[in-house]
């Protein structure tokens, strides 16, 4: 890829020896392959939000799991890009989000009635989950437990691990920061990113 470059912008100007530099920092990589459009026969054998039409335009892919590099920045990119050039966009619902557990995806829970009765989280993690709040309510009765120090700047990803253990981190918590901010559980901040999660655990 960097001889590619090297030789493109060496054929405009061979004298500029920044010139690849410059460039590279004024681009932008598209991972661009082909797309399965839906069959229309076998419409029902498609998600609902998994459903590309023939000619309907260029696809951007989308993974809880950060399969795919797209993220918030990279697809409003990618969007102001194709309306300059009048190229249509396949729509996409985001009603249905999944992630790859044990390879096969698994439909992220709306709601706690979904969360039971979901595959995502194991049975154990699920009762653990039920029995937080009280949980909470006992120990923080009985003074034994009132969260970290104050003063430690604690990750979204720590607070949950504390809580529920690495499971809902990998399964709930990233896909969520992920698809929400784009951003990594363990460098956002408890405090500032769900200020009433942590204001709740300090009372």
Request: aromatic share 10%; no cysteine.
């Given at each position: 890829m960097l001889d590619a470059l090297s030789r493109i912008?060496?054929?405009?100007?061979?004298?500029?020896t920044k010139l690849v530099d410059k460039a590279i920092q004024q681009s932008f990589l598209v991972s661009a392959d082909m797309a399965h459009a839906i069959h229309p026969n076998y419409m029902d054998k498609h998600e609902d939000n998994h459903q590309p039409k023939l000619h309907g335009g260029l696809g951007i892919k989308h993974n809880a799991?950060?399969?795919?590099?797209?993220?918030?920045?990279t697809s409003?990119?990618?969007?102001?890009?194709?309306?300059?050039?009048d190229l249509p966009i396949q729509p996409i619902s985001?009603?249905?989000?999944?992630?790859?557990?044990n390879g096969m995806p698994q439909l992220i829970p709306?709601?706690?009635?979904?969360?039971?009765?979901?595959?995502?989280?194991?049975?154990q993690l699920k009762l653990k989950i039920l029995l937080e709040p009280l949980s909470w309510w006992h120990?923080?009765?009985?003074?034994?437990?009132?969260g970290v120090d104050t003063g430690v700047q604690?990750?979204?990803g720590q607070f949950f691990k504390r809580h529920f253990g690495t499971e809902v981190v990998d399964y709930m918590i990233d896909p969520?920061?992920?698809?929400?901010s784009a951003g990594d559980p363990e460098s956002l901040s408890m405090r500032h990113a769900f200020r009433q999660l942590w204001n709740l655990e300090k009372k």
């Open positions: 912008t060496n054929s405009f100007n061979s004298s500029n799991n950060q399969r795919y590099v797209t993220n918030a920045i409003f990119i990618f969007r102001e890009i194709a309306e300059r050039h985001q009603n249905k989000r999944y992630v790859v557990r709306s709601n706690p009635v979904a969360l039971i009765k979901s595959n995502i989280l194991s049975t120990s923080n009765k009985r003074s034994f437990h009132k604690e990750s979204v969520f920061v992920a698809g929400t």
